[in-house]
Structure formats: C-alpha cells, structure tokens
C-alpha cells in the first residue's frame, strides 16, 4: 500500500466529509429534514450540490479523456446547452416542483396526477437510471483509490462504497448537501490552482493552441468546431453526424439538469423560489466556465503526454507528473470529492424514492419511516456494489446512458404536467413507458444489433418521439379528472411569500451577472481560439 501525501491528503478528506455527515445527521428529527433538509437551504448550498452532483467523476475522468482523445470542441458545445439546462429547469419545471411540497419527484408525479400507477413507474426508472450512475461514480471513484493506495480494484471499490454508504445511510439529505457543498469547494479550489502549473509545463495558457497545432500527436480534428469525428460513431463518421451527436447529448443534459431527481429534486431543498433561480444561474456558469477549465487542462497534457493507454487517468496522470505533490494532492482529492458527491446524493434519492414511492407502506410514525428508509438505501447500495465489482463499462458510457435514460422517459410529463392542460393521468404513464422502452430496445439495436442510428434517430430520439406520441395517445383515449385540473392550476398560484419586489431585484442581477459570463466565454471562444487557430489574427 502507498503512504505518500496523495494517499494521507484523500484520507483527511474522508475525516472531514464523515465528521460533516455525522454532524449532519445529529440534526435530522424527521423525515422532512432526511429527504428534503427541512426545505430551507440557502442559496450557496443549493449551488453547490447542483453543481456537486452533476459534475461527478464523469466529468473529472469521463469527460476529460473524451477531450484528450480530440472531442474538446464537442464537450464545450454540449456543456453549453446542458448549462442552460439549469436556468430553463428552474424556470419552467423545478420552482413548480418545489411549490407542491412533495418529498420525492415520485410522489410529486403521483400526486399531480392523482395516480398511485404514475407515481410507481417514475420511482422503478428513477432506480433503473440512477443506479446505473451510482455504478458509474463508483468505478470512477475506484480507479482513482487504485491509483492512491496501490491496493486491488476490488478492496478500492469496496471502501468507496462503504464510506459513502456510511455517512448517507446516517445523515440523509441535510448531510449531502452539506458535505456536497465541501466537496464542491474542494474540487473548484485545487482545479483552479493546478490549472497554471499545467498550462506553464507546456509552454503557457497564451501558446496552448499554437503548441497544439504544432505537435505532431494532436489528435485529427481536436481544435475544429466539429472535434474528432473518431470520437463519436467511430472511423469514418462525418462531420454532420459529429456535431450532431453533440448536439443531441447536449439536449439529453440540458432536459437531465431541468427535470431530473438529483438536479431538480434539489430546489425542493431551497428555502424559497428565488434561492432556486438564483442557484441555478450560478451552477449555469460553473458548468461552462469550470468545465472548460477542465476540459483546456486534459489538452495541454498532449503536449506533455501524447500517448496515455488510458485516457481516463489524464488528470491524475497530471497530479503526479507535472504539479507540485501537494496541488497534486489538492487535485486528487478534488476528484475524489466530486465522486462521492454524487455518490451520496445517488444513493440517497434512489433509498427515498424506493421507500415513499414503490412500496408506499403506511408507516406508524416517521421514527419507522427512517428506519426502513436507510434499510432500503443499504440494500441498493450493496446492489451497485456488486454491479460495480462486475465491470459493466466505461464511466462516460454508463453515465450517459443514465442521463438519456431519464431525459427520454420523464421529459414530457415533467414539463406537460405544468404547462399542458390536456396530459392525463394515462397520458403521462404512457409516455413514461413508451420513453423507457423507446430508448432500451434502440440502444439495444444499435449496440447489439449493429443497427446504424444517428442524428435525429439516435435512441434518445427515438425515446422520446414515442414518449410524445403516447403522450397524445394516452391522453386522448382518457379524460381529466377534477383533482388533476386543480392541482395544475394551483400549481401557477405564486405564493404571498416569493412576491417580495426586493427578491426579484436580487434575482435580476444573477441574470446579469449570467449574461456578462456568457459575453466573455464567447469573446475568450473567440479570440482564444477560432480565431488564432484559422489565422485570422
């Protein structure tokens, strides 16, 4: 086993993530405070477990050795629309959420819809898609205890797993937000002070793109607006199919961000509306401004490591060859941390939502209730454990596979059960269905089946064209009933509390503040690259 500063820095940081969970938890007197964390967290929490659970190992590890392999271009478009995801989710789908004053996105479904049937299907494909994730951050995390402590992938995977069981199994939502909020600190911090280091190995941030250029080993197409057309369908895709498959997972996140349980199932957390809208701006600008930051890191490895085996292990390769040992260290612990964000808020969505959702058993009091709650989450994390240590695939393909898996399912009746007054109860279980089904038996075709889908028939489309269409079916084959009309309609009744003309001065000034972002990532986009790179200045 390894005992250097990489191994004892990750191990301080498991100290503080348990000392913070357990604290946590000392505070959890009901369920309310164990599933949504008492629906009164600020505006600094609620960003940071948006951005914390969202961003993952996939990103430090996934995304990054996409970038490396010449797929920069399709990343930074493709996180563009998913940070809008953010803003269009909270605007039009999770501060409805949060007004319904449910505890699980499942229930809230079932609730709106007035169907104990619409509420089970939702909590069967949130347990389907995030599981799948849940594995994905595990493997991610594995790797990298691998690579710290020199021990076998099974024990690595074994102690991820047990530590952050542990301290979700105990502290519930109040604890992962808070040690997400941590984390997030952690992983922007040492990110933003690796950075430099990296860049000045390679000759600096201002020569970055000419020293790609320039090098031999650059991967075809890595600084073209269309990326490496290797990197999506394989040898031979076009450049149309390339910037459509960034376009199309582009739209997977901007719809997984919006309405998904670990994204939008956090504003219910918010101590009001404008916390939400004020969170989600600032995760908008995280998501592009950070992950470009990330992603211009993994590219400047080329010019100091242009052969990696494994592309996954581009960062860490980094901390241990080109930073000082304890940004290094800093760095590690970063993408450990975003690992185990997303592990804990996984874990902890899918225990809820088996709990209230699937079984729906009456309990006597909530002292039972979160008993069988954490029971429950014991049981599906034992579950991706043994999944995880069976090796199912790569972290971005079992991440990307889970996100599609819920935009494609979930999409039409999370944004028709505000805005549209015609989705019934049935309509909306079809659709779900039709999503899920949709989508499996297309990935299965092109995967297994060798069946070419692309463009606008990749399997996510596919899902949701059908999620549409039984939408319409579903709804005009059954009629609305009096509770879901007035369910929807109370839904848009602002409440007496968000209508402080003071709040929304505060909130336009997140939107400028996001407008001015948007102004320099194009203008750095712009002249950092597009330009320098055709010659034109």
Known sequence: MKMDIFFWGVLASFALYLFLGFYAGRKVKNTDDYYVA????????????????MLSTNAFMGDTGWCYSGNITSAVLLNALCGSGYVIGVLFFSRYLRRSCCNTMPEYFGTRFNS????????????????????????????????????????????????FTAFTFYSGSKGAILTETAMFLIFVGASLIAAPYIFHAQG?????????????????????????????????TSIFNTVMYAVAFGI?????????????????????????????????????????????????????????????????????????????MLVLTGIMAAGLSSAVTFLSVVGFSVTSDIFNYKFKDDKQKLFVSRSVMLVVAVVALVAALANLGGIRVITWFASTLIACSWCVSAFGSIWSKKLTA????WSMLAGLIGFLVAKSAAVFGGVSLMNWLDPFFIGLY???????????????????????????????????????????????????????????LLFGWALPYNGLI
């Open 252 to 328: 997977v996140w901007l719809i997984t961000v919006g309405i998904s349980p670990w994204q939008a199932g956090r504003i219910m957390m918010a101590k009001n509306e404008h916390v939400g809208l004020r969170s989600a701006s600032i995760a908008c600008i995280l998501t592009t401004v950070f992950t470009g930051l990330t992603y211009l890191m993994a590219i400047a490895v080329i010019n100091l490591n242009p052969d990696m085996a494994d592309p996954q292990r581009v960062l860490i390769w980094a901390s241990y060859n080109v930073v000082p040992k304890f940004v290094g």
């Open 466 to 524: 059908l999620s549409i269409i039984f939408a319409i079916i579903g709804s005009k084959t059954s009629s609305l009933t009096r509770e879901e009309i007035d369910y929807r309609v109370n839904l848009h009744i602002l409440p007496a509390s968000e209508q402080m003309t003071a709040d929304y001065r505060v909130d336009k000034n997140y939107g400028k503040i996001l407008i001015m972002f948007g102004v320099a990532v194009t203008l750095f």
């Open 38 to 53: 008492g629906r009164n967290a600020p505006t600094f929490l609620i960003a940071g477990t948006l951005f914390a659970s």
């Open 426 to 429: 049935r309509g909306s279980r």
């Open 116 to 163: 104990m049937k619409n509420r089970r299907l939702s909590a069967v494909i949130l347990v389907l898609a995030l599981t799948a994730y849940l594995l994905a951050v595990m493997t991610g995390t594995g790797i990298l205890l691998q690579e710290l402590t020199g021990l076998s992938r099974g024990t690595c995977l074994f102690l991820a797993w047990l530590f």
């Open 204 to 236: 600096g941030l201002g020569e970055l793109m000419t020293n790609l250029m320039n090098n031999p080993n650059t991967p075809a197409g890595l600084l073209d607006y269309h990326g490496s057309p290797a990197g999506t369908y394989g040898e031979g």
